[in-house]
């Protein structure tokens, strides 16, 4: 857990001192990315735009719990775009979407993307008692939100890819092994997802049968896949210094009544290393997974075993390992502690996810 925890004294530090590339201030604000431009200046040969916000889009409240999403539109013209759906990183526990502020802007104003950086419940919300299954479900419902809603905003629907890093990339994954195990009854004695959002006049299981949470790509970044080994590992207790970080006690991702001892089935349903489909039963959208050759948190190991998982199991996946990078390096700014800084460490990756993302939502 040494390695975990440094991890969230890092990320603590860059909750309290954030590189913004923007302010939050007005519902809508169009950037001309001056700034931007001299920062990557000499680092890469792009054109750049400039691109639209919608901030703090309210798509849900579950018990109460505003959720919103900033959503990233291109100011270069088209009537529609693919969209790209980001979910943070920060072990459930720490951050909101402004961690990813910058990969935003980035891909927003390098490629012709609507992106939208969503926010969810954290562990430690509503005086600690959100569940990890509630945070998969908030995912769900941003999803769908977006699906049905992102046309307003220039966004083609049928044009979808989703990303996470790290605990992000848990619901990433989640969404694309577990986005059709939905029902009404919700996480109720067995695995089951109500997603937060649902349209007017459907159900769970219609959203189910209607596949409604498919999307065309998705991208891991040195993505969560086995809760029950974290689980195993010490995640629930206050060896986990994202318990400390979140400002509460270290508990169950269940709560205190359910452990991975007595119900390894429910930490299991929140496993995608579990769950991956057989090819002929689903096929899964295009996947990249990245991780850093320095990660001890998600190690290339863990990640490489996944990926064999899913070429087992015959689906589309690519994998690269950064030489010299560590965790979490697509996050804002610089993190002395993981010694990542965005403009160096980011960029050469977020060119990749460009160049993955024309190769499978292109225009036809």
């Known amino acids: 857990m040494h390695q975990l925890n440094i991890l969230a004294s890092g990320l603590k530090k860059r909750i309290n001192h954030r590189v913004k590339l923007m302010s939050k201030t007005s519902i809508k604000t169009s950037y001309s990315l001056l700034m931007v431009g001299l920062l990557f200046a000499g680092l890469i040969e792009a054109q750049i735009h400039s691109f639209s916000v919608y901030e703090e889009v309210l798509f849900a409240s579950p018990k109460g719990f505003d959720l919103t999403m900033d959503i990233y539109v291109p100011d270069t013209g088209k009537e529609e775009y693919p969209v790209l759906v980001i979910w943070h990183g920060g072990g459930w526990l720490i951050n909101t979407n402004q961690i990813m502020d ?4 980035y891909v927003a104003s390098n490629a012709e ?5 969503v926010n969810y419940r954290l562990l430690g919300d509503l005086n600690n008692t959100t569940t990890l299954n509630e945070i998969v479900e908030d995912v769900f419902g941003s999803l769908l939100w977006i699906k049905y809603n992102i046309s307003e905003y220039g966004g083609d629907s049928t044009r979808v890819a989703i990303t996470g890093d790290s605990a992000g990339g848990h619901l990433a994954s989640m969404v694309l092994t577990s986005g059709r195990v939905l029902d009404s009854d919700g996480f109720e004695g067995k695995p089951g997802f109500t997603p ?3 349209p007017e006049g459907k159900t769970a299981e219609e959203i189910a049968r209607e596949d409604g949470l498919s999307v065309q790509a998705a991208i891991i970044s040195y993505g969560v896949l086995d809760v029950l080994d974290r689980s195993r590992n010490g995640y629930e207790t206050d060896k986990n210094g ?12 269940f709560g205190n009544e359910f452990n991975y001892r007595d119900h390894p089935e429910l930490y299991k349903a929140l496993s995608p290393i579990y769950n991956i489909p057989e090819n002929e039963e689903y096929l899964l959208p295009p996947q990249f997974h990245h991780v850093g050759s320095m ?7 863990l990640i490489g075993e996944y990926v064999e998982a899913l070429k087992e199991k015959g689906h589309p996946v690519e994998f690269e390992i950064y030489d010299g990078k560590n965790h979490a390096y697509l996050d804002n700014g610089c993190n002395e502690f993981l010694g990542n800084c965005f403009d160096e460490d980011a960029v050469p990756v977020l060119q990749k996810i460009i160049s993955f993302l024309d190769e499978h939502l292109a225009d036809d």
């Open 102 to 105: 910058e990969m935003s802007g």
């Open 113 to 117: 993307y609507i992106v939208c950086n």
């Open 196 to 198: 937060s959002w649902l």
């Open 242 to 253: 994202f318990w400390e970080w979140g400002g509460v006690t270290a508990r169950g991702f």
């Open 295 to 301: 990660d001890e948190v998600t190690t290339p190991e």
